[in-house]
């Protein structure tokens, strides 16, 4: 969803995007209302060798850039990436998996600027911090941010819900009678569907579930609080002024996460550490001090939306004019 959302910005700007990726990813993508780019397959390609063919399709097509986002992009695959017809950009979390050998970094976390990206990327652009925020053009357009028309509980944990956190909340929900408006979330990914839709058909919950959600923006604006897993949603989150309870799923969400709740709008819990049952009742709790809700959204407010994709688009075009004079 990131690298779509600096797509967007890249085209507005009058960019050309071309899409590598696998075909079980394509099928996702095309389903996007909001796609932007030509996808290009990476099919029957050796691990050992698709460095070499990405740089061969980036020389080919006279890139500019060519941008990573991806846990499996290890050192050694950035390594073979470094290329003097090409600019490298590396999405990353935490800075811990080693050289980066990057012409860009990416890190909209409020707290990037502590990651030691000199150490990693000593030569590279530092496109790090809320300035460089990535949100989709729907978190940029929104029209209003008001309170008082909120009434529903979202639960949301990404594409694929690895940890089963869908059917973990509601079951909690429904064994303490929640009575208030429920949207239900799952991403593309997300292969729990028909166990799911068996659920809320049996459950006296009052549950609207959205699959591969295309319009996430109004729906988190009509909600008065969000159970979601702490990844790039809280960016989404923090946009639309939601209050939040973010759930720790991965190791590199973490520290973005402690640093979100220190800013009031959200609270923090680790997956790992707490049952489900424990995190959802924190959230009935919250739920039932309308007050301090209304605090948390108006905390989110003081920050403003920021088009952090357009500004790494301007530092990408400016890095493109100093290769070209040197």
């Not at 502590?114 to 300035?131: D, M, R």
């Not at 909340?169 to 569907?193: C, E, K, W």
């Not at 989110?300 to 994709?309: I, K, Q, T």
């Amino acid at each position: 969803m990131r690298c779509m959302a600096l797509a967007q910005s890249l085209v507005q700007s009058g960019h050309v995007v071309i899409f590598f990726m696998s075909p079980r990813s394509q099928q996702f993508c095309c389903n996007r209302t909001d796609w932007i780019g030509t996808i290009l397959p990476m099919t029957d390609i050796e691990s050992s060798t698709e460095p070499e063919w990405l740089a061969k399709q980036c020389v080919d097509s006279c890139a500019d850039w060519l941008v990573l986002d991806g846990y499996q992009f290890d050192q050694a695959y950035r390594k073979s990436l470094q290329c003097l017809a090409f600019n490298l950009a590396v999405f990353d979390d935490i800075n811990n998996s080693g050289a980066l050998y990057a012409d860009m970094v990416i890190n909209g976390a409020f707290n990037a600027t502590s990651n030691h990206y000199h150490l990693t990327a000593p030569k590279a652009v530092l496109a790090i911090g809320p300035g460089y925020q990535v949100l989709r053009q729907e978190f940029l357009q929104l029209m209003n941010r008001q309170w008082s028309d909120r009434d529903s509980l979202t639960l949301m944990f990404g594409g694929s819900d690895p940890k089963g956190l869908t059917s973990k909340a509601l079951q909690s929900l429904d064994n303490a009678n929640a009575s208030m408006p429920i949207i239900v979330i799952t991403g593309a990914a997300y292969h729990g569907v028909s166990a799911l839709t068996n659920f809320i058909k049996n459950s006296l919950l009052d549950i609207t579930h959205l699959h591969d959600c295309q319009n996430m923006a109004v729906v988190l604006l009509n909600t008065k609080l969000a159970l979601s897993a702490a990844g790039g949603s809280q960016f989404e989150l923090l946009a639309c002024a939601t209050p939040s309870i973010l759930v720790v799923v991965a190791e590199n969400q973490t520290f973005a996460s402690q640093d979100a709740a220190t800013q009031g709008w959200c609270q923090v819990v680790n997956s790992d550490a707490i049952s489900t049952d424990e995190w959802v009742t924190q959230g009935l709790s919250l739920w039932q001090q309308p007050e301090r809700l209304l605090g948390m959204h108006q905390k989110a407010l003081l920050y403003a939306v920021v088009d952090g994709a357009n500004n790494i688009v301007e530092l990408m075009s400016e890095q493109k004019k100093t290769s070209e004079n040197t």
